[in-house]
């Protein structure tokens, strides 16, 4: 279910990059939660009915779902500019960072090997990213923003699992996504032209609600922690997307930061099953 799941993933940002070639990245944003939350609604209302929209916290969903389309917003825009697999794998560092706002903000325990791996996923970032390189744009810290506003999405998440029902959660980050996405189509309403780019359209949305209907079926079989390390192989899958449709592959020092990276998440998630008194938080792929 994970490998699903992170396949649909690697697969919606690859199919995000090409359309974004010819529509706004804003307009592909709205389609994309449309699509989800249409879908969610269509496919859960039978048997939910009123209780799927049901909660103990309307404020956190809806910060939650603004969270999740900074996020998403954030992500569609670093595709416009990175390539797929370097991207995937800086925002990989997600798991690294919730380590380091639960330290700072719900006062965790963290060990000094965590803290040594947290080091790690940012010498890896770094070797991903250049600074100081040929290549080097300001704008490569973008994705950064993103890693920081995913994080602290899953910080939320982790905590109103608690009490939500999951379900619930994924219908309420449709909703307010294609909520507060659709204000601004007014300055960027431009649809498509081919039918091409409706399919890729149609394909992000099918991609983005199976992965996270994978996920929440694999979370129900088996906890996080377990989980985790699966995840990285999104990176592999995402490399391979931007090598079949843009032929491009990773030079040797994105290479050796992506595989750090996925060697310091994996090992960061088996050193927190190893701490059942602090249970790990949730962590996910990029959406």
């Known amino acids: 279910m994970v490998l699903l799941a992170v396949a649909c993933f690697a697969t919606l940002d690859t199919i995000t990059k090409l359309v974004t070639l010819t529509v706004p990245v804003m307009f592909a944003l709205w389609f994309r939660y449309a699509f989800q939350a249409v879908a969610t609604t269509v496919i859960m209302w039978p048997q939910r009915q009123s209780s799927l929209w049901a909660t ?21 825009f670093c595709l416009t500019f990175m390539p797929v697999g370097e ?10 960072v919730v380590t380091l706002l639960a330290a700072w903000l719900l006062k965790e325990q963290v060990s000094i090997w965590r803290w040594l791996l947290v080091a790690g996923g940012f010498v890896g ?3 991903i990213i ?52 659709t204000p601004p189509l007014w300055f960027y309403w431009q649809p498509p032209q ?15 609600s199976s992965g996270h209907f994978f996920l929440i079926h694999a979370f129900r079989k088996a906890p996080a922690a377990a989980l985790t390390p699966i995840f990285y192989a999104q990176i592999g899958m995402a490399i391979l997307g931007g090598w079949l449709m843009f032929a491009h592959l990773p030079d040797s020092w994105s290479i050796a930061g992506m595989v750090l990276i996925a060697c310091c ?23």
């Open 56 to 76: 103990q916290n309307l404020g956190l969903q809806c910060l939650r779902g603004a969270l999740l389309l900074l996020t998403s917003m954030l992500t569609f």
């Open 87 to 96: 991207f995937t794998a800086v925002a990989m560092t997600t798991p690294l």
């Open 125 to 127: 970032t770094l070797c």
């Open 130 to 181: 250049k600074p100081g390189g040929d290549m080097w744009n300001w704008l490569l810290l973008v994705p950064l923003f993103q890693v920081l506003a995913y994080a602290s999405f899953q910080i939320l998440t982790s905590r109103m699992v608690r009490t939500e029902d999951p379900i619930t959660m994924h219908f309420y980050t449709g909703w307010v996504g294609t909520a507060l996405a």
């Open 194 to 208: 081919t039918w091409q780019t409706w399919m890729g359209l149609v394909l992000m949305g099918l991609a983005g």
């Open 265 to 287: 998440g994996a090992t960061s998630t088996w050193l927190a099953v190893r701490q059942p008194q602090q249970p790990p938080l949730k962590h996910g792929p990029v959406l």
